[in-house]
């Protein structure tokens, strides 16, 4: 029986071992999508216990403490960070098989030296130990121990992008804003009119139809690209399907004005014409766009209207993507050379039609100028990272592959990068061992390099 979690974790093979340990191991991070505040960030204040740095905005965590039966009240309510941990160490050892089972004890190692499996019987030696620690931890030094050279957060257009400012002059690890115009894209959203008027005051002119408004978006383009922003960033739960057209477009934006009902087929329009208009800009500036489809949001509506959005309440969407992503990506690139993209679907039946949709799209001499994003949300575990990769190798060069990102709240969550870059390793040595790849080392280690590290630095040619 191999030992719980020991030095060769998920590495089944010799070669496994090896590529792991001799190159993936000691790799920087650049983690290009996170949800990190950078106020967090630049305030960098000590943790008053481990469940602030732990369990503070883990929906993953959360979701699982749920259908475990845990209250609210020692998940998300007013109970104690202690009576909170408690209850995460009573679920942990129900998630035999679940990823955050070997994410919950890869941070206990890496970050505390605790090898014992949490469970309600170790929980308060656990509780004390990680406590005695964290008192002395940062922000930005877990950031450096994950030897992280490289994040981006999520950010909003209208964010003044302060706490950014401030960690530029702090001067360490390179922390980068990522434009996120999420909020722009829902005119029929009942939110849509404050934020507009945080727009108007952050560009400082009256908005009031389509093409000031896309003058207003550029201008909060400028002043990211300015703030060392290189990506952008957007969450697209449905593809629209509608052909762009400005004149449709203004025609949504006159009715939201005139405070109508947007008929949909206009909310489609608008969002196909902005997204092109968008992916234009992105190429002008020679930035990164990133397409986040297929999550179905905020299905407890009680829940949500409690907590907010982001909390434990969604799931896998299966609506069908070829069809309208094509579509889109097609405009964008007649309007304009499409910007360098990464294509992600949180439904892996899409994981082929990803695969195949970016190989019709590449740029003359330039590696993955379309290229998939990993395994994302509800698939960043061993078996759907397993799968995500072997599909991408059966329609294109898995060199290319940009590789692992946290797409986490938590500081703790760069030993997912370890996780990934050990089951990457262990699929690689399975291949060269079963005879369908050469024991071919320079092969092997400029593969692993440039997956567990090069693409993902190829998108800050700058930085």
């Not at 408004?213 to 201008?219: G, H, I, M």
């Not at 990993?374 to 990272?385: I, L, T, Y």
Request: net charge negative; glycine share 4%; charged share 20%.
């Amino acid at each position: 029986m191999k030992r719980f979690m020991g030095k060769n974790f998920l590495l089944d093979t010799d070669t496994a071992r090896e590529l792991y340990h001799d190159i993936a191991a000691d790799l920087p991070v650049y983690d290009f999508h996170c949800h990190i505040p950078a106020q967090q960030l630049a305030e960098n204040e000590p943790f008053a216990s481990i469940a602030q740095v732990w369990l503070s905005g883990d929906h993953y965590k959360w979701r699982a403490m749920r259908v475990a039966g845990v209250p609210e009240a020692m998940i998300t309510g007013n109970a104690s960070d202690e009576e909170k941990f408690m209850a995460w160490a009573e679920t942990v050892p129900k998630l035999i098989g679940n990823p955050l089972y070997h994410w919950t004890h890869l941070e206990l190692q890496r970050y505390f030296d605790i090898d014992e499996p949490l469970s309600p019987k170790s929980a308060a030696e656990i509780w004390n130990e990680c406590n005695r620690q964290i008192i002395s931890m940062r922000p930005r030094d877990l950031i450096a121990r994950s030897n992280v050279k490289l994040l981006c957060t999520t950010d909003d257009p209208v964010d003044s992008l302060e706490w950014h400012q401030r960690l530029r002059a702090a001067g360490e690890t390179e922390i980068l804003p990522t434009f996120r115009p999420d909020r722009a894209m829902n005119l029929d959203a009942p939110t849509f009119a404050a934020w507009l008027l945080q727009l108007e005051n952050a560009v400082g002119f009256a908005i009031n139809d389509f093409d000031t408004f896309k003058r207003a978006l550029t201008l909060r383009l400028e002043f990211f690209h300015a703030n060392g922003c290189r990506l952008s960033d957007h969450a697209l739960d449905t593809v629209p399907a509608a052909a762009p057209s400005d004149d449709l477009a203004q025609e949504a934006f006159t009715a939201f004005r005139r405070g109508e009902t947007i008929l949909s087929h206009l909310v489609d329009a608008y969002r196909s014409s902005l997204l092109v208009f968008l992916a234009a800009e992105y190429s002008r500036v020679h930035w990164t766009m990133q397409l986040h489809i297929g999550a179905f949001r905020d299905l407890n509506t009680p829940m949500f209207e409690a907590l907010g959005p982001n909390t434990g309440f969604d799931a896998i969407a299966d609506t069908p993507i070829a069809r309208p992503l094509a579509s889109l990506l097609s405009a964008m690139g007649e309007a304009a050379p499409l910007p360098r993209t990464l294509l992600f679907s949180l439904n892996d039946k899409d994981n082929y039609t990803l695969g195949t949709l970016m190989g019709t799209l590449q740029r003359d001499g330039v590696p993955a100028h379309v290229g998939v994003g990993p395994a994302w949300w509800f698939h960043d575990h061993r078996s759907g990272m397993e799968k995500h990769l072997r599909s991408l190798a059966n329609v294109a060069p898995l060199s290319e592959f940009i590789g692992m990102t946290t797409d986490s709240r938590s500081l703790l969550s760069y030993a997912r990068h370890e996780y990934f870059r050990r089951i990457f390793c262990n699929v690689l040595g399975a291949w060269v061992e079963n005879g369908e790849y050469p024991e071919d080392y320079r092969s092997l280690e400029m593969i692993v390099r440039k997956v567990c590290f090069e693409n993902a630095m190829s998108l800050f040619p700058t930085a």
